[in-house]
């Protein structure tokens, strides 16, 4: 079905956004060490499904915004 179709597709999508997105693999990489500090309960398929589930809630904004991707968006309108 869909889901099985899906999930490969957001898996890897995840797996290159955090070799490649500087926001994303700062994310993947505090979520990393709660793991390993034991603040999180995750196995590593599902961090990398965290990132993909971040990601699909960043193309959603963008789409329900009509806006282009900002990079450091809320750091931006914090300072603002």
Not at 35 to 41: A, F, M, P, Y
Not at 42 to 66: H, S, T
């Amino acid at each position: 079905g869909v889901q099985t179709c899906a999930l490969p597709i957001f898996y890897h999508m995840a797996l290159s956004a955090v070799q490649h997105c500087p926001e994303l693999r700062a994310y993947y990489m505090a979520r990393k060490r709660d793991i390993e500090s034991g603040k999180l309960d995750l196995k590593p398929q599902q961090l990398i499904f965290a990132v993909a589930i971040k990601e699909v809630r960043i193309l959603f904004a963008m789409c329900r915004d009509r806006r282009p991707y900002i990079p450091n968006y809320l750091e931006m309108k914090k300072a603002a």
